[in-house]
């Protein structure tokens, strides 16, 4: 590991998203639930990453003997 984060090029990519409305929405919704049924916010950021797969299917994958295998 220490190997790899040495010798191997990294870089780091970050943005700001709005997400009032969703956080909102979900608030709204956990008012509704019962304890036990309430949404954590990481299900949105789920939802968000399905979504975003959706639209960008190359990123839908693994990497194995140097080359990225597509899923789907």
Not at 49 to 69: E, S
């Amino acid at each position: 590991m220490a190997r790899s984060n040495r010798e191997i090029p990294h870089y780091y990519l970050q943005t700001r998203i709005d997400a009032s409305r969703a956080l909102h929405w979900m608030e709204e919704e956990n008012r509704r639930r019962p304890v036990e049924t309430r949404l954590l916010p990481v299900a949105l950021l789920l939802r968000a990453a399905v979504l975003a797969l959706k639209d960008v299917p190359d990123l839908n994958g693994y990497w194995k003997d140097d080359r990225l295998q597509k899923i789907g």
